[in-house]
């Protein structure tokens, strides 16, 4: 026997399935109207809808056509209707054509349709205007970056913020973000609240929460700041937009993930006033003397190594500043650009134009330029483009993938590179990391233990003598992180890079083209000067700049 539960999911049942087919007869019937008129079919519950293209037109406006516009491409507009020869449509079209659109028509079933003007209400709090811009107020952004000191202001002020006031949030996010010199905003959904956290420094640290209702409502708006699609959560996106502040403009670089709970949004901050001279980078004397020769050569490859957020895009930024000049022309291709840099060409990637790294790098190539800049070596024709470059008179600096300096030799080879070809065409690799700096206000020099001294005294044996400035003895004292109001309590402020740097000279070029293992080209390079990272970084601690925790941390245990 049915009883009254079971009775009432049997009618739900029923009433889905009843739905189901209506929308299916609904989807055909559009699917005929569109295919009797030469025209497209779209369900938009399954295609992107461009919000800031729909409120080319009011809500008003599209309910009386029966017309909405899903997307916007320079003039061109894509416009979903559900009847074609309506008089009302005919009106529209001819409207916008006198504003200067291109309107292009698909068929819709009454249910997209609606689907669509749903998302009118979505934009009702934001404010939008014809060209679908929405703003990010730059004198409220300076505003918060006069009165917030540290993230304990941050997290005081947010509170005070109404959860609906999400124009407001976001501004007060991105400023206290940039006061604090985080690298990135992180919003995470999780079971009560979406977290919001910062990185300083190369780490996490969680600012507050808020609740779903306001967490949903900041990401429609970050979307929409970014040109991302609102209807599209099942899949990442990534997008950017602009901020004014303090004089620079500061580009947002937004990624969204799909997620159990929601959608996940990393926000990365490219600041200009982060780009920085060769010698403000980290590199030792030793290590300077040698990378400014080789940048003064005429043709050859230089490349930089390590992990995501190591500091290669703004080396190789350093390198073309320091050799720019009226008398060289220097391109590059990026993705994007990070650093606008005076008297340079720069180029962006745009894989859906077909213009990615290699075809970029071929055009590029037929300019006719003295320096080019490769954001990023990824595959095998990008690598061989950039490596014939090099053979053939031009000054080439690129970033790869590889754990160390030596290891950009055999990952080359991985991409497809003739080995033959290497030897002559590189010049230079350069493999680097970020440490944190202690933080001068709060850090305190305490005695090395014995086991810290043993530590060193192993792993600085090989390094040569004249590099080591201090004595290595119990009496020896090093930097210890505490924390206070200027650092928020780490311990460290700022970053510096580590490095280890390959020459390749006429011997290691001899050698290379036996197409050795990445474990004999390291020891060669030992042999002939290379230290490794590590030691550079010990020596960083010698020098009072960081910790042995922290050069722990990036580079692994000591000794």
Same mark, same amino acid.
């Given at each position: 026997?049915? %009883? ?72 061109? +507009? ?47 709090? +934001? ?7 929405? $703003? ?8 918060? !970056? ?7 202001? +941050? ?5 005070? @913020? ?44 969680? !600012? ?40 620079? &403009? ?14 996940? @949004?990393?926000?990365?901050? +490219?600041?200009? $006033?982060?780009? @920085? ?16 020769? &080789?940048?003064?050569?005429? %043709? ?44 340079? &060409? ?180 030992? &042999? ?10 010990? !020596? ?20």
């Amino acid at each position: 026997m049915v %009883n009254e539960y079971q009775q009432d999911d049997l009618s739900r049942a029923r009433e889905q399935k009843i739905h189901k087919l209506r929308r299916q007869e609904e989807e055909h019937l559009a699917q005929t109207i569109a295919s009797q008129g030469g025209l497209p079919y779209k369900d938009l519950t399954l295609t992107p809808v461009d919000g800031t293209a729909l409120t080319i037109l009011s809500k008003e406006e599209a309910e009386n056509a029966g017309a909405v516009i899903i997307s916007r491409k320079d003039s061109v +507009l894509t416009v979903a209707v559900k009847n074609p020869s309506s008089f009302e449509v005919k009106n529209l079209l001819e409207k916008l054509r006198k504003e200067s659109w291109r309107p292009s028509v698909v068929v819709v079933s009454p249910f997209s349709f609606e689907h669509a003007v749903s998302f009118f209400e979505r934009f009702a709090y +934001l404010k939008t205007n014809i060209t679908g811009e929405v $703003t990010v107020s730059s004198d409220l952004i300076k505003e918060f !970056l006069s009165s917030i000191t540290d993230t304990e202001t +941050l997290r005081n002020k947010i509170n005070q @913020v109404s959860p609906k006031d999400t124009s407001k949030l976001l501004e007060l996010i991105l400023a206290g973000a940039m006061k604090v010199d985080a690298s990135d905003i992180h919003i995470e959904p999780r079971d009560a609240e979406a977290i919001i956290r910062l990185r300083i420094d190369g780490i996490l640290y969680d !600012l507050f929460g808020i609740l779903p209702a306001a967490y949903h409502f900041l990401l429609e708006r970050i979307k929409l700041l970014s040109g991302l699609k609102l209807n599209i959560t099942d899949k990442g996106q990534d997008g950017r937009f602009s901020i004014n502040a303090a004089d620079n &403009e500061v580009e947002i670089r937004t990624s969204t993930l799909p997620g159990e709970r929601g959608e996940y @949004v990393v926000m990365r901050l +490219l600041n200009p $006033t982060k780009l @920085v001279s060769i010698n403000k980078l980290g590199l030792r004397k030793d290590l300077l003397l040698v990378l400014n020769k &080789e940048l003064k050569r005429p %043709n050859g490859m230089i490349l930089t190594s390590g992990p995501t957020g190591s500091g290669k895009t703004t080396a190789l930024a350093a390198f073309v500043k320091s050799i720019s000049s009226e008398q060289i022309k220097i391109i590059t291709i990026e993705d994007p650009i990070e650093y606008h840099l005076t008297g340079v &060409e720069q180029t962006q990637v745009a894989p859906e134009d077909g213009y990615d790294f290699a075809n970029g790098l071929r055009s590029i190539v037929r300019q006719d330029p003295d320096v080019i800049l490769v954001g990023e070596i990824r595959d095998k024709e990008t690598a061989e483009i950039a490596v014939q470059a090099a053979l053939t008179g031009h000054l080439v600096f690129s970033t790869l993938h590889s754990n160390d300096a030596a290891g950009a030799i055999p990952r080359l080879v991985e991409l497809g590179v003739n080995p033959e070809n290497i030897a002559p065409a590189l010049n230079l690799t350069m493999a680097q990391r970020l440490i944190r700096k202690i933080c001068k206000t709060c850090a305190s020099a305490e005695k090395i233990s014995s086991q810290e001294l043993k530590s060193v005294k192993v792993a600085l044996a090989n390094v040569p003598k004249g590099l080591v400035t201090v004595e290595i003895n119990e009496h020896l004292k090093i930097f210890k992180a505490k924390g206070c109001k200027d650092c928020n309590g780490t311990g460290y402020k700022g970053r510096v890079g580590i490095f280890e740097l390959f020459l390749l000279d006429e011997t290691m070029k001899a050698f290379i083209a036996k197409n050795p293992g990445v474990y004999d080209i390291h020891l060669k390079a030992q &042999e002939r000067g290379m230290v490794p990272m590590q030691q550079d970084g010990i !020596l960083k601690i010698l020098d009072g700049v960081t910790t042995l925790e922290e050069i722990e941390r990036i580079t692994g245990p000591i000794g």
